[in-house]
């Protein structure tokens, strides 16, 4: 018996903000929303945003006035919706008007009589080029004095606007740094804190009573980054130190690594002893980290995974590279695709334009985690079941010319996760009651080679009318975060029942393949009844495909009854309305401006004393569950 995926909760941040209670999603779909909806997701975004919160049953605003919600609400709702999404960049991380660079000069004696100046005598160049003529500084002896004959090459600051001035950041007045002691954590690992801690929350079950259940070594984390952490506290200082004539710490290099996001959930937020690591696949690597965990539980032998990723792009030095690749949407090909003098303002907000008429991609802050638990244990615990993931495969793409280019592999996995959801659910229901979460870039290359995988694909299947979104018209690219991202929203149409439309886009360009595809430019609300499952698309440099069957809540305790029996899945109910009751009080309690990020540093630390082993098992202090040493021999038909 194969044990079923179960997702238990889900939370991150991105650009739409706070993922858990469905939040980042219905501001997707605002207008769609009931008022009462508008409150709540308004109500969570002024929270996040440090402009609300609520002290002995009062409403305050960041000033700590008593105000009235709804007004309060109503006379800020422009200026929360606008701090949302892609948009013009801030200057909360860098300021994009004064850029920093250094360019090279050569400095030339003026009139036979040579260049005098003084520096640091710990920074006198070795050897003393030639023509350098060095004194002791009398009135400071840390200094020399340096008189130069011949011409010699330097290096001078200058600043320059970025030619990109559009992205998918975090809401304006958000800082996850602000909500924990981050200690000069790289902002990769700032949003893993509060990414990780969300989606735990978001449980309605303390992860003590977790660990009564599941032994430490049938738990997983499986989380990273594709580019690492590239800002001044991790690996981008680290490079930038010599030339910027500062110093390297101690925390640049441990703290680069891609794979630091699971360490920091293992280290500061969970305490796991259990499987960790990071699959890294470019654009795809929540999709690889999220095949990992359904191997896991699938196999047997884990049960609980929390599977996430984190990613911070927005630096100088990330915009350059990919301007200079001509893959992001610029402003002056904005300008140009709209027919734009070089004065008007760019619409920043329609910078992604996926299928459409475009001219590169827009880049996006995100870090999204889900918790799986095998379907026994998500019954025994009366966990909230949002889903299933029935299956993620993932392939790469042969021989290729240039190794940023799409290749074969995305028919393959597309077709594959296509396959496994028709095994579940019936070609009926794969027809008409499914629809595809794509990658949808806002690149040329894109529109046309992704589609034509979707129409290829939908042909095969007979599926007429196959329904596209691609939420980065909303976010952007967050890159290894790029799936969670597409995860959090599928759990938001799964139960609201709106599949967002891609707003951005007036049309349909003409190389895009529209064979069989309906590529949604409004939303759609479809119903929670009439969706039962999900196909996310992802793709990324290198050759990195990979594509998730993901089941409806609905589908998914359907197939639990056929397993366990309805009077199981009876009680299994009686025991979730604990669960739904602690969830929604978490979610009020973030809403009302509460802190709830967990960050455990130097919490319980233990060490070898407080392990005691045996042939048979592992015991360690203060946890109820041992470790089993009864490792099974795969291979003992090949053993004497």
């Known amino acids: ?24 999603y219905r501001r997707m779909i605002f ?4 008022p009462q909806q508008k409150i709540e997701t308004q109500a969570a975004l002024a929270a996040l945003t440090g402009r609300l919160c609520k002290k002995n049953g009062q409403w305050l605003n960041a000033q700590g006035k008593a105000i009235e919600l709804n ?29 920093h660079f250094h360019s090279r000069a050569n400095l030339l004696p003026a ?24 004194s002791d500084k009398l009135d400071d ?22 030619s990109v001035n559009s992205a998918g950041q975090l809401p304006s007045g958000f800082d996850p740094s602000a909500l924990y002691q981050s200690r000069n954590h790289p902002r990769t690992l700032q949003m893993t804190v509060y990414g990780a801690s969300d989606a735990i929350n978001s449980l309605g079950i303390d992860w003590e009573i977790i660990q009564q259940y599941v032994s430490p070594d049938q738990i997983g984390v499986y989380a990273g980054s594709a580019m690492g952490q590239l800002d001044y506290n991790g690996f981008g200082g680290l490079l930038q130190a010599r030339i910027l004539g500062k110093k390297v710490t101690a925390k640049q290099m441990p703290l680069g690594y891609a794979e630091m996001p699971g360490n920091f959930v293992n280290a500061y937020v969970l305490g796991n002893l259990g499987s960790n690591g990071s699959n890294v696949a470019a654009c795809a690597t929540f999709l690889y980290n999220l095949r990992h965990a359904v191997r896991d539980i699938q196999s047997g032998s884990h049960r609980v995974v929390v599977v996430g990723a984190s990613e911070a792009p927005i630096f100088p030095e990330s915009i350059d590279g990919f301007v200079t690749m001509n893959a992001l949407a610029d402003d002056a090909s904005l300008r140009k695709l709209d027919n734009l003098a070089i004065e008007e303002e760019v619409d920043y ?4 334009r996926p299928f459409s008429n475009n001219c590169g991609f827009t880049l996006g802050e995100s870090a999204q985690y889900v918790i799986l638990f095998d379907d026994e244990l998500a019954l025994e615990l009366g966990a909230n079941i949002l889903g299933a993931v029935n299956e993620v495969f993932v392939s790469a793409d042969g021989h290729k010319k240039s190794i940023t280019s799409p290749g074969l592999g995305n028919y393959i996995s597309m077709a594959k996760a296509t396959a496994a959801t028709e095994n579940i659910i019936g070609n009926e229901a794969l027809r008409s009651r499914t629809y595809v979460q794509s990658h949808g870039t806002g690149t040329p290359q894109n529109r046309k080679t992704e589609s034509h995988i979707l129409s290829k694909v939908a042909q095969t299947f007979n599926i007429d009318k196959w329904p596209i979104t691609a939420i980065k018209s909303y976010v952007g690219h967050s890159v290894s975060t790029s799936a969670g991202d597409q995860m959090a929203a599928t759990l938001g149409v799964f139960s609201n029942g709106v599949i967002p439309g891609i707003l951005t886009i007036d049309s349909i360009a003409d190389d895009v393949s529209q064979n069989n595809l309906d590529f949604l430019q409004a939303h759609r609300d479809i119903g929670i009844k009439n ?38 899945l009876s009680e299994y109910k009686k025991r979730n309305e604990e669960i739904i009751e602690a969830t929604n009080h978490y979610d009020r309690s973030t809403t009302e401006g509460e802190n709830n990020v967990i960050y455990k540093f130097d919490h319980n630390v233990k060490g070898g ?26 291979y003992h038909d090949m053993c004497d």
Not at 142 to 162: E, G, P, S
Not at 349 to 352: D, L, N, P, Y
Request: hydrophobic share 35%; net charge neutral; proline share 5%.
């Open 1 to 24: 018996m194969t044990n079923l995926p179960v997702i238990v909760g889900f939370g991150g941040i991105n650009p739409a903000g706070r993922s858990s209670g469905h939040h980042s």
């Open 349 to 352: 907000r329609r910078a992604c």
């Open 111 to 134: 009139n036979g009589k040579g260049l005098e100046f003084e520096i640091a005598r710990k920074h006198l160049p070795t050897p003393i080029p030639s023509g350098w003529n060095v």
């Open 609 to 634: 004393e407080s392990i005691k082993m045996n042939k048979d098992s592992i015991s360690i202090d203060n946890l109820e569950k041992e470790i089993s040493l009864q490792v099974n021999n795969n």
């Open 71 to 99: 007004p309060y609400l109503e006379s800020i709702s422009s200026e929360l919706l606008a701090g949302t999404l892609i948009r013009k960049l801030e200057n909360n991380l860098f300021d994009p008007q004064k850029i």
């Open 31 to 34: 207008d769609s929303l009931t």
């Open 141 to 162: 002896e840390n200094k020399v004095k340096i008189f130069a004959q011949d011409n010699f090459d330097v290096l001078f600051d200058r600043f320059d606007k970025t």
């Open 531 to 568: 969706i039962d499952a999900t196909i996310i698309n992802s793709k990324g440099f290198g050759g990195n495909n990979a594509s998730a069957s993901i089941l409806s809540p609905r589908v998914t305790e359907k197939m639990i009854e056929q397993r366990h029996g309805s009077k199981v």
